[in-house]
Every structure is written in structure tokens, then in C-alpha cells.
């Protein structure tokens, strides 16, 4: 695993991390939520991932600041959360995230991994700053 985070923070200058980055989030993203329903954190029904059964078995040994890279991510979207993008039957327009007092601290990164996702799939980084997007990206990579 630390070799795995050491890569995506090591520059290389034979890629284009602009375009490299969304690419290997994606496949992580997909490979890791495949591996929750492989290992029964699956919902009856549609086979969701179940990460809010995750996140519950997840908060009892999460502990951030055991690692200097996964500490330092976690602050970054503490600091600077991802948007939801909504919509009020006349525009797309952002919705300020703030963190639900009922959730964990886990059970809401979990969240944020979800809405950075959901933003890059489906079109919502337009408009925003390239770096944050990156910067979202590799913080995400280090909290899996």
C-alpha cells in the first residue's frame, strides 16, 4: 500500500497528471467499490456497495493521524470540501458542503471520496480550478 501512495505523489515527467490522475482515480474508485460488494458490503436489492456499513465498521479503527500523507489529506478535505452540484429548476448551481453532526469522521470523508467522484463522472469540475481537482484526486488516492 505505501508504495502504491508514494506513486501517485511521485512526479514523473513522462505523464500528463492532468489527464493521467481522473484516469487512475477512476479505476481505483471502481476496483474499490467492486471489492466492498465482493466482501459483502453490498445492499440487497440493486448490489449498491453499502458504505455507510463500511464506513460503521471503518470509524471504530480510522485513526488519521497515525500517518503523516493520509493526516495531511484528510485536513485538505476538511479544509476544502467538495461542492454538490444541484439544481433549482432553472440552472445548475453548487451547494456548499458542510458536515452532517451525526456522521462520523469516516462515514463523511467516505462521502467526500463519493461527491469528488460523482463530480468528475458526470461533468461537474467545469468551471472549477484544474489544481483543485487535482488536488481533490490525490488526497482521495492517499485516503484509499
Known amino acids: 500500500m505505501e508504495e502504491l501512495k508514494s506513486f501517485w505523489l511521485k512526479f514523473d515527467s513522462s505523464l500528463n497528471w492532468d489527464k ?3 484516469y487512475v482515480f477512476f479505476i481505483t474508485f471502481s476496483r474499490f467499490e ?5 466482501c459483502k458490503y453490498c445492499k440487497i436489492g440493486n448490489a449498491d456497495a453499502d458504505w455507510n456499513k463500511f464506513a460503521g465498521e471503518l470509524k471504530l479503527i480510522f485513526d488519521e493521524t497515525k500517518n503523516e500523507e493520509l493526516d495531511k489529506a484528510v485536513e485538505y478535505i476538511k479544509n476544502h470540501p467538495p461542492q454538490k452540484q444541484v439544481y433549482d429548476a432553472k440552472a445548475l448551481g ?6 452532517d453532526a451525526h456522521l462520523s469522521l469516516v462515514e463523511w470523508l467516505l462521502l467526500m471520496i463519493r461527491r469528488i467522484r460523482n463530480n468528475l463522472f458526470h461533468g461537474g469540475q467545469y468551471g472549477k480550478s484544474p489544481l483543485l481537482s487535482l488536488q481533490e484526486i490525490v488526497c482521495c488516492l492517499i485516503m484509499a
Open 94 to 99: 453548487w451547494k456548499a458542503t458542510i458536515k
Open 34 to 38: 467492486f471489492a466492498l460488494k465482493n
Open 20 to 22: 493521467q490522475l481522473p
